[in-house]
C-alpha cells in the first residue's frame, strides 16, 4: 500500500442463517476505528486490499454479493473454528484442511 493510499476497513454482520451484510465501513481513521473495536471484541481481522475494495462498492446494510458467497463463507468458516463455534447442527467441529483456509491476521496472498 503506497504511503498516498488510504487505509480501508469494512465489517460484516452475519447472524449465521441469512447473507452476510455489510455493517461498517471506513477509510483512514474511521478504518482504524473499525478495526480498534474489533480487537477490542477479540474479533477475528482478515486482511484483503483487494476484497476490501469490491465490499467497499456496498451500501451499510447491502448483503454481500453472491460472486463472494464462497469467499466469505471460508473466511466466516475459519472465524469460527479460531473461536471454537460450529454452525448449528454440527456435533463436532473439525480443523479445516490449512491449505484451504484464508490466513486471518496474518500475510496477504
Not at 469467499?71 to 473439525?94: H, M, N, R, V
Amino acid at each position: 500500500m503506497s504511503a498516498n493510499t488510504p487505509r480501508q476497513a469494512i465489517a460484516l454482520t452475519y447472524d449465521g442463517v441469512t447473507t452476510p451484510t455489510l455493517s461498517a465501513k471506513g477509510d483512514d481513521d474511521l478504518a482504524e476505528a473499525i478495526l480498534a473495536i474489533a480487537r477490542e471484541h477479540d474479533v477475528p481481522i482478515y486482511e484483503n486490499a483487494e476484497l476490501v475494495k469490491l465490499l467497499a462498492r456496498l451500501e451499510l446494510g447491502d448483503a454481500i454479493p453472491e460472486a463472494l458467497y464462497r469467499t466469505i463463507a471460508e473466511i466466516i468458516a475459519f472465524a469460527w473454528y479460531l473461536k471454537g463455534k460450529c454452525p448449528a447442527g454440527f456435533s463436532d467441529c473439525q480443523a479445516p484442511d490449512q491449505q484451504d483456509l484464508p490466513r486471518l491476521n496474518g500475510p496477504k496472498h
